[in-house]
């Protein structure tokens, strides 16, 4: 009788440790949605008081970005382009880059040079990216300078090539993963039908994982456009509309992105309730919205094109 009452006592003691590990563990889950949900509502507050001031129309088409010099203007237009034109060029460098290296570690590296690539990849992903905004500002728009063609000090280029190098990590070992994942099964079939290494990587086992590479893409994407330190530091602070006969001019020029515009206003000496400072969480959310777009829009190609195996 002793023993089973030992034994009851044991498992009640450990059904309790189990109801407390998992009281922690929803805690921890339903944290990071309050945290979210609180970001939204504070966003959303600001930016409602700021609409009351300033037309949505007004202030989703005008052409003009001048909140703090007269005449007062609020167009966000500008800022959302010169964004964008960041993250594009920055994609046309990360990833077919990052894909590339992506195939090279999964399909081609030998398990000594993986042990040295990986790292380095790692190392690359760990940089703080004030340091890539400094590099590029230094280094980079110096050398576009003098061997290529002219640019401003502060220029769209040379930010948006250290954007592109900041999310190679990301779009390679998302990727990899993904490559990685694809069964031997399909890489024998292929060799079987006398491909090559090349034929299998291109044709067999990059289409099996498109899923997880699309993800990484848009992730990646994702990121550039929410990047803050690399384009304050290398891309300068002059918002420019853009238009199909002026984006070589504006590459090579002073932009100014969504988040600098942001840094700039907080940094202000703007009251608190001062319809500069509600701007800046106008656009706060406007960035929001563009990058939940964009992970939603990876999880639903991720669903829709994801390959499963046994």
Do not use: H
Not at 220 to 237: D, L, N, Y
Not at 263 to 277: F, I, M, R
Not at 280 to 291: D, E, K, N, Q, S
Request: with cysteine; hydrophobic share 50%.
């Amino acid at each position: 009788m002793s023993g089973e009452q030992a034994s009851l006592t044991t498992d009640g003691s450990r059904s309790r440790k189990e109801s407390a590990i998992k009281v922690v563990l929803f805690a921890c889950a339903a944290l990071s949605v309050l945290v979210t949900g609180g970001i939204i509502l504070t966003l959303g507050m600001d930016a409602i008081e700021f609409f009351t001031r300033v037309s949505p129309v007004a202030f989703f088409t005008g052409t003009e970005w001048s909140p703090v010099i007269k005449p007062y203007s609020y167009g966000v237009l500008p800022l959302i382009l010169n964004t964008l034109l960041v993250t594009v060029l920055s994609a046309l460098i990360a990833l077919p880059v990052g894909l590339a290296a992506a195939i090279y570690l999964s399909e081609y590296a030998s398990d000594r040079m993986r042990s040295i690539i990986k790292p380095g990849l790692e190392i690359l992903a760990g940089i703080p990216t004030v340091v890539y905004g400094y590099f590029a500002l230094v280094y980079i728009t110096p050398f576009i300078d003098d061997y290529l063609f002219q640019v401003s000090t502060f220029n769209a280029l040379s930010a948006s090539i250290m954007v592109g190098v900041m999310i190679i990590p990301m779009v390679s070992s998302i990727s990899e993963d993904a490559l990685s994942a694809v069964p031997d099964e399909l890489r024998q079939a292929g060799y079987g039908m006398g491909a090559t290494k090349f034929e299998v990587s291109t044709g067999v086992v990059v289409p099996a994982a498109v899923s997880g590479i699309f993800s990484s893409f848009i992730l990646g994407i994702s990121r550039a456009i929410g990047e803050t330190m690399i384009v304050v530091v290398a891309a300068g602070q002059n918002a420019k509309m853009i238009y199909p006969g002026n984006i070589d001019e504006v590459v090579v020029s002073s932009i100014e992105t969504m988040t600098v515009a942001m840094v700039k206003l907080v940094t202000g000496e703007l009251s608190a309730d001062a319809t500069q400072y509600k701007a800046m969480f106008a656009i706060g959310l406007t960035l929001f919205v563009m990058t939940f777009a964009l992970n939603l829009a990876s999880s639903l190609i991720e669903m829709r094109y994801r390959e499963e195996y046994k």
